[in-house]
């Protein structure tokens, strides 16, 4: 055997290599991230347009499974209470145990505490509802929807004894993106960053989606090296054998 034969096979032996292992770390990535976000993660189709235009009718989203110690003003969350209905619902927390809640100021902006709170992600700046203010008791969470013009929210429930909220408790989830149509990450409002608490963090899907999509390229990349090897090699071996012949 040549030095050149030699020397390919050495090449393709450690091309092999390298592409089983590619192949081995891709599976790793690509299941660990379906399985990781099967943990985190909840899927939840939006029924109306009542979050309109943060999520609309149809859209498809990941909500990630949370405890209601985790729950934060400017969260959109998933919850089910038996006085709205006892079905899994989606609104926007505006404000937690303890909060005072009024709307609407002389600009038609939502107040917490006394502090008016910046929205950019609802349609229309304007009042969009008769004035109210309420004390959110505790252990409680306020909510309303992004679409203020139509969403049945905690304004519906103000005469209830709750002052129309729901316990922290009925919350199963957060809304993190949007999975279909493919809208992104839904980002944490500025507005309630100064109130006590801040806003919550961003779950994990980035990394979740970009496990998934590093796995399965590992996997394309490692099972097509074998293929495009020996295509690449044929030419090089009819040479060799062609000038052994000579």
Known sequence: MSGTQRTDDGRGRLGSALSGLAVAVGCVLFLGGFVWGAVQ????TVPTNSMSPTVVSGDRVLAQRIDDAEVRRGDV????????GDLPMIKRVVGVGGDKVACCGTDGRLAVNGTPIAEPYLRSQGPASTPFSV????????LLGDERMSS???RVHLEDAANGS?????????????????????ERPGG??????????????????????????????????GPIARRLSRPA?????????G
């Open 77 to 84: 969350v998933i919850f089910k209470d038996a006085s709205w």
């Open 192 to 225: 309630f960053a100064a109130l006590p608490g801040g806003v919550s963090q961003p779950g994990p899907v980035r990394l979740v989606v970009g496990s998934v999509v590093a796995g399965a390229a590992l996997i394309l990349c490692g099972a097509a090296y």
């Open 237 to 245: 071996r009819s040479r060799t054998e062609a000038g052994a012949r």
């Open 135 to 142: 004390t959110v008791p505790e252990g409680r969470i306020f």
């Open 152 to 154: 049945q929210d905690s």
């Open 41 to 44: 993660y909840q899927p939840y």
């Open 166 to 186: 729901v316990p922290r408790s009925a919350v199963t989830a957060r809304v993190d993106a949007v999975a279909w149509p493919v809208g992104g990450v839904v």
